[in-house]
Nanobody, 124 residues
Framework: VQLQASGGGLVQAGGSLRLSCAAS????????MGWFRQAPGKEREFVAG????????GYADSVKGRFTISRDNAKNTVYLQMNSLKSDDTAVYYC??????????????????WGQGTLVTVSS
């Protein structure tokens, strides 16, 4: 699976962005998907995940109520809608694909495929 993330940019605090992650391959619908982020000097951390069916989602406490993950299996794409952005959300955001038909992973070791990252900068 090859993943291509896009949609990052510069936004003011309180604003919104939508990230997209396009996946190659015909079996996209079998993969749980996740978004992670990495700020300068920090470890990569889980942000949000969605099951292969799309019926289940999971979020980091820091983004609950502000971010929404979704997927469109017909378009082989997973999205991350980010609202009420804060300066602490500034990071490179990565999409990732887990193992087919597995549960949502909440750590990096639960994912086998990674996109190249897209930078989100939130100005205060």
């Amino acid at each position: 699976v090859q993943l291509q993330a896009s949609g990052g940019g510069l936004v003011q605090a309180g604003g919104s962005l939508r990230l997209s992650c396009a996946a190659s391959g015909r079996t996209f619908s079998s993969y749980p998907m996740g978004w992670f982020r990495q700020a300068p000097g920090k470890e990569r951390e889980f942000v949000a995940g969605i099951s292969w069916s799309g019926r289940s989602t999971g979020y980091a406490d820091s983004v609950k109520g502000r971010f929404t993950i979704s997927r469109d299996n017909a378009k082989n794409t997973v999205y991350l809608q980010m609202n009420s952005l804060k300066s602490d959300d500034t990071a490179v955001y990565y999409c990732a694909a887990g193992r087919p038909y597995s549960d949502i992973g909440y750590a990096t070791n639960g994912y086998d495929y990674w996109g190249q990252g897209t930078l989100v900068t939130v100005s205060s």
